[in-house]
């Protein structure tokens, strides 16, 4: 079965998503199949690029939408929304 | 198969990206690539192609290419807490950068009175694979740091 699901977070990363916390959460984002992207405001990104992902120049407090279509799309979901409620670092 | 060479983007010498003190650089979570030990004070495109991504407080920037491949320049490790400070933008983010052209001056002084390494990782985060890397010094804009097979 296949699952779209669409998640609003605040962005919990005391410096923003910066290179660092970019990376590790792209990495976490590159272990599902689904397809996952992550916007703010109007800005829609691959979460699977780390570059795509800085561009969009989230800080502390931001909202973030996370948007995953595929076979793992709950469990994508649950782990990258924490991780971007969280501390990345 | 097409080669791209990525230039150094800073003056110094190149050191293993494994051996970052910083286990997400070190562990290539944000690409394969290496750290230069920077000796200068400006940090220069690698590769020519779109400035996407400059941080407001200069301590690192991203270059995108029309071939996908993504290379990051993070100056010094754990830099995003200076705010800029010891950093100054020549560039600015969006515009399209031939490779060597000046992004950003920082002042090492600055960075390390702070208690911040130096160190600077320099990774691919998009296609390619890193074929053949340099060693020893080299000289941003001007000696080739690694290339990529895309």
């Known amino acids: 079965m296949e699952y779209m699901m669409e998640r609003t977070v605040i962005l919990g990363s005391k410096s923003g998503l910066h290179a660092r916390p970019a990376a590790v959460f792209v990495q976490n984002a590159k272990g599902f199949q689904s397809q996952i992207t992550l916007s703010k405001n109007e800005k829609m990104v691959n979460a699977k690029s780390i570059l795509s992902v800085l561009t969009l120049g989230a800080e502390q407090g931001d909202q973030v939408v996370l948007k995953v279509d595929g076979e793992d799309a709950e469990l994508a979901i649950d782990k990258l929304a924490s991780l971007l409620e969280g501390d990345l670092g | ?150």
């Open chain 2, 1 to 150: 198969m097409a080669k791209i060479e990525v230039l150094a983007p800073l003056d110094g010498t190149v050191v293993d990206l494994e051996s970052v003190p910083d286990e997400v650089f070190a562990q290539k979570m944000a690409g394969d690539g290496v750290a230069i030990d920077p000796s200068g004070r400006v940090a220069v495109a690698p590769v020519t192609g779109d400035l996407v991504k400059l941080f407001p407080g200069g301590h690192a920037f991203g270059i995108s290419t029309g071939d996908g491949v993504e290379l990051i320049v993070h100056i010094g490790l754990d830099t995003v807490e200076l705010k800029g400070e010891g950093f100054e933008n020549i560039a600015t983010e969006g515009q399209v950068v031939q490779a060597g052209t000046p992004i950003v001056n920082f002042d090492r002084a600055t960075v390390e009175r702070r208690g911040k390494v130096m160190l600077s990782p320099v990774v691919s985060s998009g296609a390619g694979t890193i074929v053949r890397c340099a060693s020893g010094t080299v000289r941003a804009g001007l000696d080739v740091l690694f290339v990529l097979e895309v």
